[in-house]
């Protein structure tokens, strides 16, 4: 059996953890540069805001309506769900994270325990802990899980977990759930399957193997016996696996004109690339720079541009990847624009613990430096929160934004910002 653990709202449920005041409010959080809503609490669902909606519009959408909005607090959300999952991992046999608010546990030993039970206080359990509501599905397959979850989340008569553990709660479930909400059917193969006349999972797990198989590939045959109960996605095409290619792109708060101002953003995506690098304990030979222009105003000239660079010894490091990204720039950049976006883009990515050298680049001592000055940094930097050190040439000036000179702030517009309650000391939660 499996329990997949989903957090319901992540991003919301993070801001309500610590403004318990908002529970029973609609709240949205906004993508960067406080653009647009990408995540909605149920209230905000119910009055009708969508995925996607312009932050500018909610006003005029929603006369007269609170609406509590949040800027995206991507370190506190990490924080806080991986204090979730470490919940979830003490409390289960195996388990195996899929996504920053989801889970499988794989709940070997446990056939004599009770399951719904089990999961109920779990549920209350990371409740009481760190103030998240989470829903838990409980069912022989991964894709069923799924399922369980989903009615979990939606019906408050399951108390937050949904058990399907024999085939007459398994067709109930099945028929009353959507085709283009199961696992592995993206929106291509919804479309093809109503073509079809097949609208729930029921009526496609109801087909012959031999149907499914001449109008699908391997993936849609893994899904087909899941749905039929039968086990068959490995554990290793869950877990989060290393990335071939890593990149960091942003839009600017406002247009610039000046390759000053433009390498400051290209700074700061390259040395988070670099701590992309490190954390999956890789290293990467090509970098690229992109820069681009706003396609939507029309009145202006347009220009966009992609260079690269290969270097001679593979590396992470973030001095070394900063260079060779504002090399690039330079080579891309063009006087006369206005631009809008950059992105910076590490490639050919191998492990960090076979670099072959090159004799152009024999500096072993070098290297060593490099990389105790970046752990280092990074200690310090999960300690006292991101961005506390920064290379010179990352370090914004206020002009460029509302946050602090010297971090990474004045990067994004970031007007409703929570404070970073778990993970910077200045930001700590007093008690009076």
């Known amino acids: ?26 709240v949205v959080v906004l993508s960067n540069n406080d653009g647009c809503v990408v995540a909605r609490s149920n209230e905000a669902k119910a009055m009708g805001v969508k995925d996607g909606t312009p932050f500018f519009q909610l006003r005029e959408l929603f006369p007269g309506q609170q609406i509590y909005a949040f800027s995206s607090n991507y370190e506190l959300y990490a924080d806080m769900t991986r204090r979730l999952m470490n919940i979830v991992r003490q409390a289960s046999p195996e388990f195996h994270r899929y996504s920053i608010d989801e889970g499988f546990c794989v709940l070997k030993g446990m056939e004599d325990i009770d ?27 991964k894709t069923l899980a799924k399922v369980a979850s989903k009615f979990a989340k939606k019906y408050p008569g399951y108390h937050h977990c949904c058990l399907i553990d024999d085939d007459d709660k398994r067709e109930i479930a099945l028929r009353l759930f959507p085709i283009g909400d199961v696992w592995g059917i993206g929106r291509k193969w ?7 006349n097949v609208q729930t999972a029921w009526d496609f797990a109801s087909h012959a193997e031999t149907w499914v198989r001449s109008y699908f590939n391997i993936v849609g045959v893994r899904t087909w016996r899941e749905l039929n109960g039968i086990d068959c996605i490995p554990i290793d095409d869950m877990e989060m696996v290393t990335k071939k290619s890593i990149c960091t792109s942003r839009s600017f708060p406002s247009m610039l004109t000046s390759l000053p101002d433009i390498r400051t ?9 670099s701590e992309k690098l490190r954390r ?7 970098v690229g720079v992109l820069i681009d222009t706003n ?42 624009y206005s631009y ?34 970046d752990e280092a940094i990074d200690k310090i930097n999960k300690v006292n929160g991101s961005e506390t050190i920064v290379l010179g040439s990352q370090q914004y000036t206020a002009k460029e934004g509302k946050g602090k000179a010297g971090t990474f702030a004045g990067a994004i517009r970031r007007d409703n ?12 939660i007093e008690v009076e």
């Open 265 to 273: 953003h290209v700074a700061n995506y390259a040395a988070r690339c």
């Open 340 to 373: 809008k976006r950059a992105g910076v883009i590490v490639m050919d990515i191998t492990p960090s613990n076979c670099v072959q050298t090159s004799f152009l680049d024999y500096d072993p001592e070098r290297r060593e430096r490099l990389r105790r000055l």
């Open 190 to 196: 919804t479309r093809k399957l109503q073509g079809l």
């Open 115 to 141: 399951l719904k039970g089990w999961g109920e206080n779990l549920y209350h359990q990371i409740l009481q802990g760190l103030g998240m509501p989470v829903s838990i599905g409980i069912a022989p397959t």
């Open 1 to 26: 059996m499996y329990a997949l653990v989903d957090v319901d709202n992540c991003y919301v449920s993070c801001e309500r953890a610590f403004r318990p005041d908002l529970v029973g409010k609609p």
């Open 417 to 428: 910002k929570s404070p970073n309650y778990t993970t910077r000391w200045s930001d700590i």
């Open 280 to 286: 999956q304990r890789s290293v990467c030979s090509v």
């Open 295 to 336: 396609h939507f105003r029309e009145d202006l000239p347009q220009y966009g541009m992609f260079q690269t660079v290969t270097l001679p010894t593979p590396t992470n490091s973030s001095i070394q990847l900063v260079e060779a990204a504002l090399y690039c720039l330079t080579k891309a950049f063009r006087q006369g």
